[in-house]
Protein backbone atom coordinates (compact mmCIF):
# COMPACT_ATOMS: atom_id res chain seq x y z
CA UNK A 1 0.00 0.00 0.00
CA UNK A 2 1.48 2.94 -0.98
CA UNK A 3 1.08 5.87 1.54
CA UNK A 4 0.98 9.46 1.28
CA UNK A 5 0.52 12.07 3.79
CA UNK A 6 0.18 15.62 3.00
CA UNK A 7 -0.86 18.92 4.86
CA UNK A 8 -4.46 19.77 4.36
CA UNK A 9 -8.25 17.84 2.86
CA UNK A 10 -7.41 20.01 0.47
CA UNK A 11 -4.10 19.27 -0.65
CA UNK A 12 -5.58 15.41 -0.66
CA UNK A 13 -8.38 15.65 -2.44
CA UNK A 14 -5.86 17.86 -5.52
CA UNK A 15 -3.33 14.74 -5.26
CA UNK A 16 -6.84 12.09 -5.57
CA UNK A 17 -8.05 14.70 -8.65
CA UNK A 18 -4.61 14.49 -10.71
CA UNK A 19 -3.70 11.00 -10.17
CA UNK A 20 -7.78 10.17 -11.22
CA UNK A 21 -7.39 12.65 -14.45
CA UNK A 22 -3.93 11.34 -15.59
CA UNK A 23 -6.10 7.96 -15.84
CA UNK A 24 -9.20 9.43 -17.66
CA UNK A 25 -6.24 10.63 -20.05
CA UNK A 26 -4.89 7.28 -21.02
CA UNK A 27 -8.69 5.81 -20.77
CA UNK A 28 -11.23 8.17 -21.62
CA UNK A 29 -13.97 5.84 -21.03
CA UNK A 30 -12.57 5.20 -17.40
CA UNK A 31 -14.92 3.28 -15.13
CA UNK A 32 -14.69 4.80 -11.55
CA UNK A 33 -16.11 3.60 -8.45
CA UNK A 34 -17.62 6.71 -6.34
CA UNK A 35 -18.00 7.36 -2.79
CA UNK A 36 -20.19 9.22 -0.99
CA UNK A 37 -19.79 10.43 2.62
CA UNK A 38 -17.82 14.05 3.67
CA UNK A 39 -14.50 12.99 2.71
CA UNK A 40 -14.46 12.95 -1.99
CA UNK A 41 -17.03 15.55 -2.24
CA UNK A 42 -13.46 18.26 -2.16
CA UNK A 43 -12.10 15.51 -4.67
CA UNK A 44 -14.75 15.92 -7.01
CA UNK A 45 -14.85 19.78 -6.82
CA UNK A 46 -10.97 19.76 -7.54
CA UNK A 47 -11.51 17.09 -10.84
CA UNK A 48 -14.05 19.37 -12.47
CA UNK A 49 -11.83 22.21 -11.75
CA UNK A 50 -8.54 21.00 -13.37
CA UNK A 51 -10.79 18.92 -15.90
CA UNK A 52 -11.27 22.54 -17.26
CA UNK A 53 -7.96 24.18 -16.44
CA UNK A 54 -6.51 21.49 -19.17
CA UNK A 55 -9.38 20.94 -21.23
CA UNK A 56 -9.76 17.25 -20.47
CA UNK A 57 -13.08 15.41 -21.28
CA UNK A 58 -14.98 13.47 -18.78
CA UNK A 59 -17.89 12.71 -21.43
CA UNK A 60 -17.24 9.15 -21.82
CA UNK A 61 -16.63 8.42 -17.72
CA UNK A 62 -19.12 5.91 -15.99
CA UNK A 63 -19.32 5.67 -12.63
CA UNK A 64 -20.10 3.24 -10.06
CA UNK A 65 -21.53 3.51 -6.67
CA UNK A 66 -20.10 1.69 -3.71
CA UNK A 67 -23.49 1.73 -1.97
CA UNK A 68 -26.77 2.68 -0.83
CA UNK A 69 -29.38 2.88 1.88
CA UNK A 70 -32.54 0.49 1.88
CA UNK A 71 -35.99 1.44 1.74
CA UNK A 72 -35.91 5.09 1.20
CA UNK A 73 -38.44 6.79 -1.04
CA UNK A 74 -37.81 7.20 -4.75
CA UNK A 75 -35.69 10.41 -5.04
CA UNK A 76 -34.89 10.64 -1.03
CA UNK A 77 -32.51 13.87 -0.53
CA UNK A 78 -30.42 11.25 1.58
CA UNK A 79 -30.21 8.56 -0.99
CA UNK A 80 -26.64 8.08 -2.17
CA UNK A 81 -27.92 8.51 -5.89
CA UNK A 82 -29.33 11.84 -4.81
CA UNK A 83 -25.73 12.65 -3.25
CA UNK A 84 -23.55 11.61 -6.15
CA UNK A 85 -25.79 13.49 -8.49
CA UNK A 86 -25.56 16.31 -6.76
CA UNK A 87 -21.68 16.24 -5.37
CA UNK A 88 -20.66 13.88 -8.12
CA UNK A 89 -22.40 14.35 -11.49
CA UNK A 90 -23.86 18.19 -11.37
CA UNK A 91 -20.62 19.04 -10.28
CA UNK A 92 -18.32 17.61 -12.89
CA UNK A 93 -21.44 18.35 -15.64
CA UNK A 94 -22.01 14.76 -16.26
CA UNK A 95 -24.93 12.63 -17.63
CA UNK A 96 -26.86 11.00 -15.43
CA UNK A 97 -26.88 7.90 -16.88
CA UNK A 98 -23.37 7.01 -16.90
CA UNK A 99 -24.17 6.68 -12.93
CA UNK A 100 -24.80 3.24 -12.02
CA UNK A 101 -26.12 2.92 -7.85
CA UNK A 102 -26.90 -0.51 -6.26
CA UNK A 103 -30.54 -0.39 -5.97
CA UNK A 104 -31.98 0.09 -2.47
CA UNK A 105 -35.36 -0.64 -3.51
CA UNK A 106 -37.17 -2.86 -0.93
CA UNK A 107 -39.52 -4.38 -4.01
CA UNK A 108 -36.27 -5.76 -5.89
CA UNK A 109 -33.66 -5.87 -3.14
CA UNK A 110 -33.38 -9.85 -3.25
CA UNK A 111 -31.85 -9.37 -6.90
CA UNK A 112 -30.21 -5.98 -6.92
CA UNK A 113 -26.99 -7.37 -5.97
CA UNK A 114 -26.15 -9.72 -8.29
CA UNK A 115 -27.89 -7.15 -10.97
CA UNK A 116 -25.35 -4.21 -9.80
CA UNK A 117 -22.48 -7.00 -10.32
CA UNK A 118 -23.46 -7.87 -13.43
CA UNK A 119 -23.48 -4.24 -14.40
CA UNK A 120 -19.75 -3.86 -13.46
CA UNK A 121 -18.46 -6.96 -14.93
CA UNK A 122 -20.68 -6.04 -18.52
CA UNK A 123 -18.71 -2.89 -18.79
CA UNK A 124 -15.36 -5.23 -18.57
CA UNK A 125 -14.86 -3.58 -14.01
CA UNK A 126 -14.42 -0.83 -12.48
CA UNK A 127 -10.53 0.62 -13.01
CA UNK A 128 -10.09 3.25 -10.08
CA UNK A 129 -12.59 2.49 -6.93
CA UNK A 130 -12.41 6.12 -4.37
CA UNK A 131 -12.75 4.75 -0.89
CA UNK A 132 -13.49 6.81 1.96
CA UNK A 133 -13.29 5.40 5.80
CA UNK A 134 -15.91 4.49 8.56
CA UNK A 135 -14.24 5.78 12.10
CA UNK A 136 -14.87 1.89 13.07
CA UNK A 137 -12.67 1.15 9.97
CA UNK A 138 -15.20 -0.01 7.36
CA UNK A 139 -15.07 0.79 3.82
CA UNK A 140 -18.01 1.02 1.12
CA UNK A 141 -20.65 -0.04 4.10
CA UNK A 142 -19.05 -3.41 4.78
CA UNK A 143 -18.88 -3.24 8.85
CA UNK A 144 -16.26 -5.10 10.89
CA UNK A 145 -17.10 -8.89 10.36
CA UNK A 146 -17.81 -8.68 6.64
CA UNK A 147 -16.36 -11.27 5.11
CA UNK A 148 -13.32 -10.12 2.96
CA UNK A 149 -14.47 -12.88 0.05
CA UNK A 150 -18.16 -10.91 0.22
CA UNK A 151 -19.64 -9.74 -2.85
CA UNK A 152 -22.65 -6.84 -3.74
CA UNK A 153 -25.61 -7.54 -0.88
CA UNK A 154 -27.78 -6.25 1.54
CA UNK A 155 -25.80 -5.30 4.82
CA UNK A 156 -27.42 -4.40 8.52
CA UNK A 157 -25.51 -0.68 9.87
CA UNK A 158 -24.10 -0.53 13.10
CA UNK A 159 -25.23 1.74 15.31
CA UNK A 160 -21.71 3.27 15.64
CA UNK A 161 -22.09 4.40 11.23
CA UNK A 162 -25.87 5.15 11.92
CA UNK A 163 -24.73 7.80 14.42
CA UNK A 164 -21.72 8.78 12.39
CA UNK A 165 -24.43 9.22 9.11
CA UNK A 166 -26.62 10.31 11.37
CA UNK A 167 -25.99 14.47 10.57
CA UNK A 168 -27.76 13.84 6.75
CA UNK A 169 -30.91 13.24 8.51
CA UNK A 170 -33.27 15.00 10.14
CA UNK A 171 -33.64 12.72 13.03
CA UNK A 172 -31.34 10.07 14.52
CA UNK A 173 -34.14 7.15 14.11
CA UNK A 174 -34.79 7.90 10.43
CA UNK A 175 -31.54 6.45 9.52
CA UNK A 176 -32.05 3.22 7.35
CA UNK A 177 -31.21 0.20 9.56
CA UNK A 178 -30.11 -1.47 6.13
CA UNK A 179 -27.87 -1.42 3.08
CA UNK A 180 -26.72 -2.48 0.14
CA UNK A 181 -23.46 -2.47 -0.25
CA UNK A 182 -20.50 -3.58 -2.94
CA UNK A 183 -18.55 -6.57 -0.81
CA UNK A 184 -15.00 -6.39 -0.11
CA UNK A 185 -14.49 -9.01 -2.70
CA UNK A 186 -15.76 -6.87 -5.06
CA UNK A 187 -13.83 -3.70 -3.98
CA UNK A 188 -10.37 -5.67 -4.29
CA UNK A 189 -11.32 -6.27 -8.22
CA UNK A 190 -10.87 -2.74 -8.98
CA UNK A 191 -7.82 -2.28 -10.80
CA UNK A 192 -6.95 0.40 -8.24
CA UNK A 193 -8.18 1.74 -5.02
CA UNK A 194 -7.19 5.50 -4.13
CA UNK A 195 -8.56 5.63 -0.01
CA UNK A 196 -8.83 9.00 1.14
CA UNK A 197 -8.82 9.99 4.96
CA UNK A 198 -9.20 13.23 7.27
CA UNK A 199 -8.89 14.07 10.53
CA UNK A 200 -7.75 12.75 14.26
CA UNK A 201 -11.60 10.95 13.96
CA UNK A 202 -9.99 8.40 11.56
CA UNK A 203 -6.49 7.90 13.18
CA UNK A 204 -7.30 4.89 14.34
CA UNK A 205 -9.40 3.01 11.85
CA UNK A 206 -6.44 4.10 9.57
CA UNK A 207 -3.42 3.08 11.41
CA UNK A 208 -5.29 -0.45 11.54
CA UNK A 209 -6.03 -0.41 7.74
CA UNK A 210 -2.31 0.34 6.87
CA UNK A 211 -0.99 -1.18 9.86
CA UNK A 212 -3.10 -3.61 11.47
CA UNK A 213 -3.17 -7.93 10.78
CA UNK A 214 -5.76 -8.43 7.49
CA UNK A 215 -8.97 -8.94 9.45
CA UNK A 216 -12.88 -8.76 8.71
CA UNK A 217 -12.01 -7.02 12.16
CA UNK A 218 -11.19 -3.62 10.27
CA UNK A 219 -12.47 -3.91 6.63
CA UNK A 220 -10.23 -1.43 5.45
CA UNK A 221 -7.35 -3.83 6.02
CA UNK A 222 -8.39 -5.90 3.06
CA UNK A 223 -6.62 -3.33 0.92
CA UNK A 224 -3.19 -4.42 1.91
CA UNK A 225 -4.24 -7.44 -0.19
CA UNK A 226 -4.20 -4.74 -3.35
CA UNK A 227 -1.32 -4.40 -5.69
CA UNK A 228 -2.33 -0.86 -6.58
CA UNK A 229 -3.91 0.47 -3.27
CA UNK A 230 -2.98 4.33 -2.76
CA UNK A 231 -3.93 6.44 0.95
CA UNK A 232 -3.87 9.90 0.96
CA UNK A 233 -4.29 11.23 4.01
CA UNK A 234 -4.02 14.19 6.29
CA UNK A 235 -1.62 15.16 9.23
CA UNK A 236 -4.62 14.61 11.40
CA UNK A 237 -5.55 10.94 9.67
CA UNK A 238 -2.05 9.58 9.14
CA UNK A 239 -1.48 10.96 13.10
CA UNK A 240 -1.56 7.25 14.78
CA UNK A 241 0.61 5.42 11.92
CA UNK A 242 4.08 3.95 13.11
C1 LIG B 1 -19.52 6.05 1.26
C2 LIG B 1 -19.07 4.90 2.03
C3 LIG B 1 -18.47 5.00 3.40
C4 LIG B 1 -17.72 6.30 3.67
C5 LIG B 1 -17.25 6.35 5.12
C6 LIG B 1 -16.61 7.66 5.47
O1 LIG B 1 -20.07 5.66 0.02
O2 LIG B 1 -19.21 3.84 1.54
O3 LIG B 1 -17.61 3.91 3.60
O4 LIG B 1 -16.65 6.41 2.79
O5 LIG B 1 -18.34 6.13 5.97
O6 LIG B 1 -17.57 8.67 5.44
P1 LIG B 1 -17.16 10.22 5.55
O7 LIG B 1 -16.41 10.54 4.32
O8 LIG B 1 -18.48 10.96 5.60
O9 LIG B 1 -16.37 10.35 6.80
Redesign the pocket.
Known amino acids: TEVVVVDSPDSASALAAELILSKVRTKPALRLGV ?6 VSLYRQMAVLAKQFGIDLGELQAY ?3 EYVGLEPGSPQS ?1 RHFLEEHFIEVLGLDPNCLVVPSGDVATIATAGDHFEKAILDTGGIDCQI ?5 NG ?4 NEPGSSLGSRTRVKTLTEN ?1 RR ?2 GAYFSQPEDVPVHCI ?1 QGIGTILEARSLVMLAFGDK ?1 AEAVASAVEGPISASCPASAIQLHPHATVILDEGAASRLE
Not at 138 to 141: K, T
Open positions: ATGATPALDFLGIGSHIGFTDNSK
